[in-house]
């Protein structure tokens, strides 16, 4: 996230939590934490506290913890998406390499089986 992404989301805390300071030592601490992980993320996070009714703001750290998960999850789920559609574009065998595949399954069987 960019500090300047950062301190939209400080501006958003300190609008819902009057209480939370906002001065250069705090951005600059918000920034460094909450510099690893996606705007989107740490924005749904703080809408998420909001909306629970917490009194207290949440920390940085808070923020950072749960969108770290939160981003965590997107990339899992952007992965299984990925491997879904890789495995949508692969190749069936054909007709000739099914009829190839099950003659060697039987002749292996034929071989192991019992006489």
Same mark, same amino acid.
């Given at each position: ?6 301190? %939209?989301?400080?501006? =958003? ?13 705090? %951005?600059?601490?918000? #920034? ?7 705007? =989107?993320? #740490? ?5 998420? !506290?909001?909306?629970?009714?917490? #009194? ?20 899992? !789920? ?18 000739? %390499? ?7 399954? #039987?002749?292996?069987?034929? =071989?192991?089986?019992? =006489?």
């Amino acid at each position: 996230m960019e500090e300047s992404e950062t301190k %939209q989301i400080l501006l =958003k805390v300190s609008a819902i939590w009057s209480r939370q300071p906002t001065d250069d030592v705090v %951005q600059a601490e918000w #920034a460094e934490c909450l510099s690893r992980v996606s705007f =989107k993320a #740490a924005l749904d996070v703080v809408r998420g !506290y909001r909306d629970q009714g917490n #009194a207290e703001p949440p920390t940085c750290g808070q923020i950072y913890r749960d969108a770290w998960d939160a981003d965590a999850r997107a990339e899992r !789920y952007r992965r299984q998406k990925q491997r879904q559609i890789e495995d949508a574009n692969f190749e069936r065998a054909t007709p000739e %390499q099914m009829a190839r595949i099950r003659k060697l399954v #039987a002749d292996s069987l034929n =071989k192991v089986a019992p =006489k």
